[in-house]
C-alpha cells in the first residue's frame, strides 16, 4: 500500500490543491492512506486531515518526513509539501516504477528548469537528504537520508500558487 506523507505550511489553499489531486488516486484504489504532517500548528490542517481521513502529526519542518513516516501505514511511501500537484498520469508513472524497481528510490521531478537543476544538484551531493517527489520504500524514509540519487519519473509535480 502506498502512503503519502505531505508537509504543510499552513496555507489551507496550497494544501487543498494537494489533496484534490490526490483524491482520484484515493478512489482508485491505488493510495491507500495520507499523513499530514503540520509544521506550523494551524488548526485548519488538522481539520483537513479529519474531513480527509488523513493521520493528522505536529512535527517540526526537519522531522516533517520521519515522523510522517513513522506513522504511515503502507510499506511505501511517497512525500509532497502542500502545494504540490503532481501532473496528470503520475499514478501511472509511480505504479510503473512500483512494478520495475520497488527498491529503488524515485522523484517526481518539480517543473521548470531551475526547479531541476536544484534537485540535481542536491542528489549529486553525499548526505541526501529527503525532499518533496520523493517515492521511496517506508525504511529509507526512516533513515532521513537516500544512499544513492533516486531514479527520475517521467512525470512531472507543480507548484499550486
Known sequence: MLTAVIRSDGSQQALA?????????VAEGFLGHA???DTVGAPETE????????????ASHEQAWREGA??????RLVLFESGDVPQAHWVQAVERHLLVAAAKP???????AFASLRER???????RGL?????????????????????RLPVLRERAG
Open 35 to 37: 499523513v499530514l504532517v
Open 131 to 151: 525532499t518533496a517527489g520523493l517515492v521511496m520504500p517506508k525504511g529509507v524514509a526512516l533513515t532521513g537520508r537516500l544512499d544513492r540519487a533516486p531514479v
Open 17 to 25: 490543491a494537494t489533496l484534490a489531486v490526490l483524491i482520484p488516486a
Open 106 to 112: 524515485a522523484l517526481i521531478p518539480l517543473e521548470g
Open 70 to 75: 513513522a506513522h504511515a501505514r503502507g510499506d
Open 121 to 127: 544538484l542536491m542528489f549529486s551531493l553525499p548526505g
Open 47 to 58: 481539520r483537513a486531515a479529519d474531513a480527509t481521513g488523513a493521520r493528522y502529526l505536529r
